[in-house]
């Protein structure tokens, strides 16, 4: 009998058959069917672009199924409108928050709503919205206006609009792409706390290890079809989980192999830089990367990782200190003059910084090279050469989209990533500057970029890579910088991850090998 109908004993609160759904040149979902269990946490697993997302906006009233049959506490259900669905006690988090930055917590959560609906106390729904998070352990100052608070409180608020409306099924997208490790820990704990109390939660992810930590049980997706369905996470392994997602065998170890660095391609030298709000953020940053080689940057979110690659790329300006690049002089020099001088940046922010959203693949892939030979002629742009120029980039870096004309826009995270990668390492870098390449990104698309940079490093490209995942930190890196609070802690060559986490936390190389000095 069919896995869906062999729930015995236990309360079926959603029940999804046969859904289709279909878009211009791409079939989203494929005859999937889905089930959610009273009081479990649920997870929805797949590749970047296997259907996840479109799934769940289908259950959130935000898209309509082709065909299909959608049943809530045993009755059919239509939903014409998220309001429909939040009428059924259905709510969705989405990745990239709804809010409104100059308004308060409260206001958020009564935006919308019918009631109140001529006065309002604010102080009485405040004192509400408190309450409601202090039960389900969602910590945030329901008085605080949004741009004052943190990704992982903004998060909260997200959830507790959701709860306020009534909903007892919640559905989380993608929940930890955009938060630190820290707040990652606060969200799980928040999460058990709410099926503890009755709620039911879908977690949409491509996170093997965070899948096997939070959810009960795991459906997976590949290219819209579901490749097993509701099976417990108890039992299963990451290895099995990577092969269903992947439809192959999935390596989580890189081979790196070993070569000798050469001169010296980056040199920053006491760099000084400030922040969005003119506040310090690097404080005398001394490195430098030799061809051949990939270099770490590790540290907590927020130490400055962000404000050193953009000095070096050209996007901030130094107050002081230098850049140099080959030996040339290129402090606050123009993004342009970079480019000349062979620096490709894979920046943190793929969709405002990487990438020009409403413009086609073949116009993001050319921006680099659009004024030289074979794009370039003269003042025009040959339209067929760059047809042809993005084709043949969408078949080497296996670029998952209908046609190069299509807007990147309506691309996939690992998609994007994939264009920008396309982009960069095209143009044979002298220096790249990665900066978090492989977050949001599911197994397969991971483990793609990790080769991608590994065959720059043996091509002789100098890599500053700079990642909060440790262990990919490790795995890739010939060496690892750690930065706090804007300040080189020290240099590692051994992945001496003990020393890594208390450089992490502001203790410097020196202190640390005196310590185990003293010690002896």
């Known amino acids: 009998m069919d896995q869906i109908n062999e729930i015995k004993d236990q309360e079926r609160v959603v029940r999804m058959q046969g859904i289709v759904k279909r878009f211009p040149g791409v079939l989203a979902n494929d005859h999937v069917d889905f089930d959610l269990i009273h009081g479990e946490v649920h997870a929805l697993l797949g590749e970047n672009g296997a259907g996840k997302s479109t799934l769940m906006n289908i259950l959130s009233g935000l898209y309509k199924q082709d065909s299909g049959t959608i049943e809530v506490h045993g009755k059919k259900m239509t939903f014409s409108s998220p309001r429909d669905a939040i009428g059924a006690g259905i709510g969705m988090v989405h990745q990239h928050f709804m809010l409104v930055p100059s308004q308060t917590v409260t206001e958020n959560i009564l935006l919308g709503l019918d009631e109140p609906r001529f006065l309002l106390n604010l102080s009485t729904y405040e004192a509400k919205i408190a309450e409601m998070a202090e039960r389900y352990g969602l910590h945030v100052d329901p008085t605080a206006k949004i741009w004052q608070l943190s990704v992982g409180e903004q998060q909260r608020v997200e959830i507790l609009k959701m709860l306020y409306r009534g909903a007892d099924i919640l559905i989380m997208d993608e929940p930890t792409a955009v938060l630190a490790p820290s707040e990652i820990e606060e969200l799980f704990r928040t999460l058990h706390s709410m099926t503890e109390k009755g709620k039911s939660i879908i977690f949409i992810s491509h996170k093997l290890q965070e899948v096997m930590e939070i959810s009960n049980r795991v459906t997976v997706l590949r290219k819209g079809k579901v490749t097993s369905q509701g099976i417990p996470v108890k039992g299963s392994s990451r290895a099995e989980l990577a092969r269903l997602m992947v439809g192959r065998d999935v390596v989580f170890r890189v081979e790196k192999k070993h070569q000798v660095p050469g001169e010296v391609v980056l040199s920053v030298k006491d760099l000084k830089a400030t922040n969005n709000k003119g506040i310090c953020a690097l404080n005398g940053v001394t490195l430098d990367v030799r061809s051949g080689e990939i270099v770490g940057l590790a540290g907590v979110a927020g130490n400055g990782q962000r404000e050193l690659a953009d000095v070096i790329t050209g996007l901030r300006k130094a107050d002081e200190g230098k850049v140099l690049v080959q030996g040339e002089d290129l402090t606050n020099q123009s993004v342009k003059i970079g480019i000349e001088h062979g620096i490709s940046h894979i920046p943190e922010d793929r ?150 986490g208390l450089m992490m936390t502001g203790t410097r190389l020196e202190e640390i090998l005196e310590g185990e000095i003293s010690h002896e």
């Not at 890196?477 to 991850?497: C, L, Q, T």
């Open 351 to 500: 969709t405002h910084v990487g990438t020009a959203p409403n413009l086609s693949v073949t116009d993001n892939v050319i921006m680099k090279n659009y004024q030289h030979d074979p794009v370039g002629k003269g003042w025009m742009i040959d339209s067929t050469a760059a047809t042809d120029y993005a084709r043949e980039l969408k078949k080497a870096y296996d670029i998952m989209v209908p046609t190069v004309k299509t807007s990147v826009r309506l691309l996939s995270g690992g998609n994007l990533q994939k264009v920008i990668l396309a982009r960069e390492i095209s143009s044979l870098p002298k220096l790249m500057v990665a900066v978090q390449p492989t977050r949001g990104l599911d197994v397969g698309a991971i483990e793609g970029v990790q080769h991608l940079l590994l065959a720059q490093r043996e091509a002789g490209a100098a890599i500053l890579l700079i990642s909060e995942e440790l262990e990919e930190l490790i795995s890739l890196s010939d060496r690892i910088y750690v930065i706090y609070e804007g300040e080189i802690m020290g240099e590692v060559k051994d992945g001496d991850i003990e020393k890594i």
